[in-house]
């Protein structure tokens, strides 16, 4: 029978997955599957596309990352522990289970990057979504982590406190940016640090991946810092998804 896959979301004009899975299907010679885009406006849609015949997982996008936790029978430690779902496997008994790939993409992409990483402290750059899967990996692996806000009160500093205290910058030589910060089209863009404090001991992840260089990244390298783009992690996640899909 065939095997169906998709994406859910709103809206869904440019997927990542959507060529992913396509190009996957194709070069690995992958017969009798399928993935579609499921753009639907109301989360309740969601239970006609359960209906599809074969169908065997989901990815989940904005807006749905949560509200898909009403219609799955479980979830692993992922997607509790980020407290958000991309990923729905659906058993062959059509018991439904909610991941959070994002989780294991950068974890595995950092512990690659960095087998050293436990012994870092890490700062975290900006509160939202995707920093969500990051301060989960962070927390599970024991990495002291200092979250920087625009607003004090959702992480541990704001961005004016972090420039008065530039030993801050000393400490935590891990540092993640995960604001949007520096994304196309607005490229010169990049959190507000103090770059000169930066040097060869500090190791700079962005989330980002297009552009493959962000200004932030530019100002690190320059003064010697190793970097890493989001690519991999984006990688990671979509074949992660395709791991708990047929395991
Ligand atoms: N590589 C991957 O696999 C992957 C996965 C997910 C996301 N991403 C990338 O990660 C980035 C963030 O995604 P997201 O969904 O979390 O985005 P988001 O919700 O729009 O922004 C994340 C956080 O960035 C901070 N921020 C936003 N605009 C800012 C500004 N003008 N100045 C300073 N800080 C700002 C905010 O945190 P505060 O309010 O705390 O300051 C915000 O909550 C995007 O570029 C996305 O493409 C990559």
Known sequence: MKKSYGLIGFPLSHSFSKKYFSNKFLTENIKDCTYELYEIDEIKKVDQIFQIEGLQGLNVTIPYKHDIMAYLDGLDHSAKKVGAVNVVKISAEGHRTGFNSDYYGFRRSLETWLPEVKSYHAMVLGIGGAARA????????????????????????????????PELLHKHKLIINT??????????????????????????????YNPAETSFLAEGKKRGAHTKNGLEMLELQAEKSWEIWNS
């Open 134 to 165: 990051v301060l989960a990996v962070l927390e599970d692996l024991h990495i002291p982590t200092l979250k920087v806000s625009r607003d004090a009160t959702k992480g541990d500093i704001d961005y004016h406190e972090l420039l008065r205290r």
């Open 179 to 208: 604001t949007p910060l520096g994304m196309l089209p607005n490229t010169d863009a990049k959190p507000g640090i103090d770059y000169s404090q930066l040097g060869k001991e500090h190791f700079l992840y962005d989330l980002i």
